[in-house]
């Protein structure tokens, strides 16, 4: 029988191991296995788009460099012959697929050998459930630094689609996250340590716990009272700009008051200082 440390969702360890389920591991570690089934999933990852020109798609050498026969030198008939410098390529790359198939039978051996041979290692680690309300980077790797995983790089195993959790480790570079039946051979051989969600291994999910839904109810108050003074706070901006606004409207209509009164002031004035005209005499009449 094969055991795991066993862990609670904030990290304690608690004082029995976990026993891993015998029909699953029980210590099998086939090493050809896991090598064909690495070695199927690197070809699959590869594109197959490298291409180099042969002679034929080099452009130019068209013609003959120099004559056949007088030169002297070594008859030559294209200068985009491979041993020219700017010459075709021989047996280079061209666009190819790599896709490789390996039996589905084979693909679950060597997952179950990769797990058991992390489980004989001790590098496999158990937690009760992963008690994520939300993506937090912290929280995950404040669990992960209690498990002493801090600087290695860790496979975390969910029981099912966790977003959350997800979400939380996508932006450490060395931890990633999947569900438990999606990991394959090479993920677990990739990682240093396997933290996999107890409901993965029994099927059975545990009961929240009444703390948490107190914390939860809590959080939600919190949240709520929060939205309540942004939109008292937004409410009031907006009050105090609409009295800006008044305020600006009233002294500009009063800047025109003033200026149309001193206007009409000074039209008044001018026309009381200046004087009147005169009528022009009269011409008197000659005596013929």
């Known amino acids: 029988m094969i055991e795991a440390p066993h ?14 389920p015998e029909d699953y591991f029980d210590g099998t570690v086939n ?4 090598h064909q089934a690495v070695t199927v999933f690197l070809n699959n990852q590869r594109q197959g788009t490298a291409k180099t020109k042969t002679r034929s798609f080099v452009s130019g050498g068209n013609q003959k460099p120099w004559k056949q026969k007088g030169t002297g030198r070594a008859r030559q008939g294209s200068t985009r012959a491979p041993h020219w410098r ?11 697929d790599y896709r490789t198939d390996i039996p589905r039978k084979v693909k679950q051996l060597a997952r179950k050998s990769a797990l058991n041979a992390r489980g004989r290692e001790g590098a496999l680690h158990v937690v009760e459930r992963f008690a994520f309300r939300g993506p937090k980077t912290a929280q995950l790797a404040r669990l992960l630094n209690s498990l002493g995983l801090d600087g290695r790089k860790a496979l975390v195993l969910t029981a099912g689609q966790n977003q959350n959790v997800y979400l939380s480790g996508r932006n450490l570079p ?9 990991a394959s051979a090479y993920d677990v051989l990739w990682s240093d340590a396997v933290v996999v969600e107890e409901g993965a291994l029994t099927g ?12 939860e109810t809590a959080e939600t108050t919190q949240r709520t009272e929060k939205k309540t003074k942004a939109k008292a706070a937004k409410a009031a901006r907006t009050v105090k700009t609409a009295k800006k606004t008044e305020a600006k409207a009233a002294k500009k209509s009063a800047t025109k008051a003033k200026a149309a009164k001193k206007s009409t002031a000074k ?9 009147a005209k005169k009528a022009a005499p009269k011409k008197k009449k000659g005596k013929d």
């Open 7 to 20: 862990y609670s969702s904030g990290g304690t360890k608690r004082d029995a191991n976990f026993a891993l």
């Open 86 to 96: 700017g010459g075709g390529i021989v047996f280079g790359p061209i666009p190819r």
């Open 174 to 182: 060395a931890v990633e996250v999947m569900p438990y039946a999606e």
């Open 267 to 275: 039209s008044a004035k001018k026309a009381a200082g200046k004087p």
């Open 204 to 215: 059975v999910m545990p009961e929240p716990l009444p703390e948490e839904e107190e914390t």
């Open 31 to 34: 090493e050809p296995v896991l």
